[in-house]
């Protein structure tokens, strides 16, 4: 029997650079080129792509972070290039991801310690980079104008522009050289207006990764799911507009009600299989980063991806079996 | 007095024999951008006599190219201009210039150059500039005279002092040439691209003091090629600049390029919000009432030329607040001139209905109904904050600013509230009333061969697709074919899309192959064909909001309506709601149509199935709130005794019983086409 695992579709994802080495002016020991699916996931092997990539996330003030990662990393969350390299040697993932929790703090202005922050886990790791600025618009315009001087060169994926607050990011974006994540809530038609507006405001395509918004495994996971699948739907029938990559990171996977009144025992285990699996349906519905915060969830997720991949591309072989 | 026209010619010829004295090799240092105007141009590095002749001959002689060429020459070999001038700017503080440009940080740029008088008048421009949100550029005598006068200069100030000849103001082009680069994705050397985004996405203004040698006029007049205006003072005729006032530079300089300040909190003490929108004023909370048959009142949007409407100027004419009694019924006219380069005269009734809410997104103000049968309360809480009735102009016009950005450029209100002035304003609103109701009538369907779009529902219902056309309003019964338009030109990528209806299918049931087209895709493949006009065959989707439902009734062969707020069990069998159930959620579903409720006053309600004689059955509420002028149409098309014919609750609430009715009055849809 063959199969057509093309189902006529048009479109092509388009892709996101992430990451400069040195030949491209920057200084990442590797860099990716997601995107490039022309159908489903796991039915093909888009050439000269690796996906989907897996993200660590990691923060500049830790205060803010799951006490479930505190717990197993220890002190390791208060020192930033030792994490970021933990992230990058030990635990084995192909992106960090670097929430600048520090703007969290009341009346934040020390920019120069943005700067720092960033400066580090440059220095740490030879991984190409996520950034995640700030949480507050009031000083959005001096945190990613920071961001995006400090990385130049160095292609990052800043985070996270959103309907309301994408000016700032898209002109880090735009004067810098970087790539931006459009956020939208579960919703299909704003993250196309999203990308739209930034669009307008001059972001190219290839500069743009969606982020539908994840919500956790039996907290609103189907929702994200259907969201995800009919963006990849239109961009597959040809919609340009939605046809970027996209990226996943259900943070509340630690801060479920299953995980925080887990017997501390197994609070662990629990929390690595509630992010293994939000983050494998992820995968499933389309999107080209993962992103986790427990260390081991990678090897698990490593694991089952590459178990989906072998079996790509043989439905659609011509001449089937 | 310097005549722009001879100063550019004389000018330019001066520029070109200089160009051709330059001797030395020159370039700037901290950019990559060589000389960035010429570069942004041609593509070519320019460092050296030879090449700046080349360029300036490639260019037509441009006097922007010479000035660039000659200053790059002149820095080289004399040195970079002593503090406090900046002289040339390196691309690291462009590409923060650029962000907060992207960022809306800043809004726009601005040149100044010449002599002022005195420090006054450029000190209040550029404080008029920076509270405006503009970074100011400075080059010439301007710079001394302000900071003679105490005004601080420096990028935190937003005034930038460039150099002390107003040849310096070339770099303010080389800042916009890197910009365009940079941030536009403008390749160098595609000169007609650079033009475009210096013409369309460069908001830059150039404002001129007297002064002017004829070197500088023709450098700033060759500053128009890139679409700035010009904006002088005192001392200049002749040519294409603006000769305007200081009081107006600002102003008219922004509006010329389109630079908007956005309103961000309106000034007035209540809040405002949609969020107060639903709240009503009751007798006992009410400090002063307008209108409601009580008093006289109107209000009415009218587009005026921009020379009439001073922005943001609010009247009173009449008494304020605290010169009526508690609890008093107020005469109140609201009469809103617009002005603006994208309005139109077709947009004002459209424009004119916002009123209404705005006026409700206030605390403490309510407002019901329209044009003479408004009625506005004010409530005793907000009175005893301050409120007046001036607030009230103040929140109109803030509102329609932010809303309409692209369409209105200048709002000015006036509020009438003496008892004989509003009589004779009335009355001449109720004139234009009426022409508008004359000019809107007309419309039908045949006359266009473009209809609009809603899919702003496809947040819930994903398939659905309204088609709206002039004579079926959108089944929510809030957008007719007008508002489509105007929301489409407000928002070209928005929910209300433009189609083309195409080659005409099927007359009667309202088929078009480009309609079909545009559903489909809409639809995401879901929905193949969708008639205009039809219940019964590929009628259009519902996604939920609708007014009423049209539904067949086979046993009576006919069609009958319910709208929303009828509660009851029509003779289907069902509720309104157990329908709005069953076809909602952007469903196709043949036989039943989710309409507003204008829609049953058009010619073309009902038309795939033979007309309005399929109608058999309305709620009593419906038929009152249709009455007049349903009746009106129905005797327009010789069948006025139509109107009772259709049966409603009072006399038919079962299927049978609608049987028995329809029979005894001799109902027309009896005798009609079977339906299936």
New interface residues.
Partial sequence: MTYDVNFGWTGTIGNVLLGATKADGGSREVSYRIGGGTTLPFLEKPVGVKSPLIAFEICDNPVYWSPIIRNYCGDLLDDLSGWTKAADKQYGVDLIRLYLTSTKQRNFSEMAAVGRAVETVLSSTGLPLVIEGSNEPRIDSEVFQKCGETGQGERLLLGTAEASRYRSIAAAALAYDHSVIAQSPIDINLAKQLNILLREIGVRHDHIVIDPYTGTLGYGFEYSYSAMERIRYSALKGDVDLAMPMICSAIDALTVKEVREADPVIQDEMAVTWEFYTGLAAAVAGAEILCVRHPKTIPMLRAALEGMQAGAGRAGTAGGQ | MTDVELAKQNGEELLKSKIATIKNPFSYEETAYHLPISFALTGLQVHDPEGASDVFIRMGSNPLVAAECILAEGTASGGKAPEPYTGFISDTVI??L????????ILGLALIVGRPCGPDAAAAICRELQEKYMLTFLAGDVVPILTGAGVKLGLDYRLIPLGPTPQYGIHFVDIIARVAV????VTPGDTSRLLTYAAERAKAIVIVFPGLSDEDVALVDGMRVLGFPILSLDGYTGGEWIHTDAENIVRTGMEKKGIRVNVVAIPIPMGCSPAFEGKSIRKEEMYLEFGGGRSPAFEILRMRDPSEVKDGEITVIGPEVDQMREGSANPLGIVIDVAGKNMRKDYEPVLERRIHNFVNYGEGSWHVAQRDLIWVRISKEVVAKGIKIKHIGKLIASKFRMDFPQLLDAISVTLITDPEKILAAKKEAEAIYEERDARIKGMCDKETTTYYSC?LC??FA?NHVCVITPERPALCGAISWLDGKIAYEISP?G?NQPIERGTLINAETGEFEGVNKFVRKAS??EIDRCTLYSVMEYPMTCCGCFEAIALMLPEVNGIMVVNREFKGITPSGMSFSTLARTIGGGAQTPGFAGISKNYILSDRFLQGEGGIERLVWMPAQLKEELRRRLTQKLAEHGKPEFFEKIADENNATTIEELMTYLESVHHPALSMKPLM
């Fill in positions: 590409r923060k650029g962000y907060s440009l992207v960022d809306g940080s940079m941030f536009g994705g899919t496809q947040t994903p990528s929910a995401h493949g």
